[in-house]
């Protein structure tokens, strides 16, 4: 297992130890991330850590896996049980939301709940307003069901971004990311306001992607947006980008509005599946217990964005992300990334897949160790 502990030296690593932590990262992390790309590139693409999730997080699942794997109490009646109540946990220790576990509904990920619940409460038709350049699954989904993107485009604004509200005649839901991905920017409270303010005056429905709020560093504050218009508000989050679980497949919707809430409990019970028993326990394990970890594996992550500030050339327009392990860089022309990956043998997403605002730029995934973080960063210059 990777070491979330990096070494002191920031200068780049002798190609022979670059060489060895290559292999052993390879060894140990045997998903989509490493295996995509050719031998010798260094992937800083998808978003998974080079570390290892928690250790009270292997322990739940070690005991659980060696217990009772059978039918859980709360398999009939999600919203009583463990996630459920954790998570209205960690909204009140962490945010100061008093968020009611009733309102949870569980799916296996963040992508499924949006497309059930734009399913569920619009219409083919029926548009979408969205942070522009975007999570590019959102932009797929989106295009997919046939819900027309109405692009709230970010736009460089001295170290940050900026935006300005366009008319949201047509929408029926504002797609929220907050932290946004993949700029990385936290939203103020003044933006949030000024944002239910257009969400009350077009009658839409916000639906919350805060998965990356347990990402954001100081002095920023991740600010629910349920803690504002409640009654407008469904929050999708889980503990897998904060706690390296991608694959785990659990996450939870808190239905704020009553009649979405009701539009979800008249559907079948198991329509569109349920949280699986070891992905509730990793992440009742993650929010409970993993804290001291969490801090850890963030101290490292932001002395990465800051060391990105202090060895990339000026020329990739890098600026420090509020939250988040994903710089968005700016290349000037389309097509980079495979320029990259061929040339300097990293391997990076695409921007022109994040949609309007996009296609100059590449994203890189900082979450891994100095060491291969400043061998990444070498290669780049």
Not at 171 to 192: D, H, K, S, Y
Request: proline share 8%.
């Amino acid at each position: 297992m990777t070491d979330t502990n990096p070494p002191k030296e920031t200068h780049a690593p002798k190609e022979t130890n670059v060489s060895k932590e290559m292999q052993d990262l390879k060894e140990t992390h045997d998903g989509l991330k490493w295996a995509l790309p050719a031998p010798g590139v260094i992937p800083a693409w998808i978003a998974d850590m080079d570390l290892s999730t928690a250790p009270e997080v292997i322990e739940a699942l070690t005991r659980r896996a060696a217990g009772d794997l059978g039918y859980p109490t709360w398999l009939d009646q999600p919203q009583s049980g463990p996630l459920a109540e954790a998570f209205a946990e960690r909204m009140a220790a962490r945010h100061g939301w008093a968020a009611d576990p009733s309102y949870v509904h569980t799916f296996s990920d963040i992508n499924q709940a949006l497309q059930v619940l734009l399913h569920l409460w619009t219409r083919p038709g029926d548009g979408v307003a969205l942070h522009t350049p975007a999570y590019h699954p959102f932009l797929t989904t989106l295009d997919t069901m046939e819900r027309p993107l109405v692009p709230i485009q970010l736009e460089p604004d001295g170290d940050a971004w900026r935006f300005e509200v366009p008319d949201l005649s047509g929408c029926r839901v504002l797609l929220l990311v907050n932290p946004q991905n993949p700029t990385g920017r936290v939203f103020t409270r003044a933006e949030l306001e000024g944002l239910a303010e257009h969400v009350e005056r077009h009658d839409l429905l916000v639906l919350a992607d805060e998965i990356h709020a347990d990402l954001t560093y100081e002095p920023h504050r991740h600010i629910p947006f349920a803690t504002i218009l409640p009654e407008r508000t469904v929050t999708l989050t889980s503990a897998t980008k904060a706690f390296n679980l991608g694959g785990i497949r659990c996450s939870v919707a808190h239905i704020g509005p009553a009649e979405v809430r009701a539009a979800v409990a008249a559907q079948p019970p198991f329509l569109f599946g349920s949280a699986n028993l070891l992905g509730v326990e990793a992440t009742v394990a993650a929010w409970r217990h993993g804290d001291a970890w969490l801090d850890r594996t963030r101290a490292l992550l932001d002395r990465n964005r800051r060391l990105i500030a202090e060895r990339l050339p000026d020329r990739f327009g890098y600026r420090v992300p509020q939250a988040t392990y994903l710089a968005w860089l700016h290349t000037g022309r389309p097509g980079t990334a495979e320029v990259i990956e061929r040339e300097a043998k990293v391997r990076l997403n695409d921007g022109a897949a994040f949609g309007p605002g996009g296609a100059d730029y590449v994203r890189l995934n900082f979450a891994t160790t100095e060491a291969m973080l400043s061998e990444i960063l070498t290669r780049l210059s």
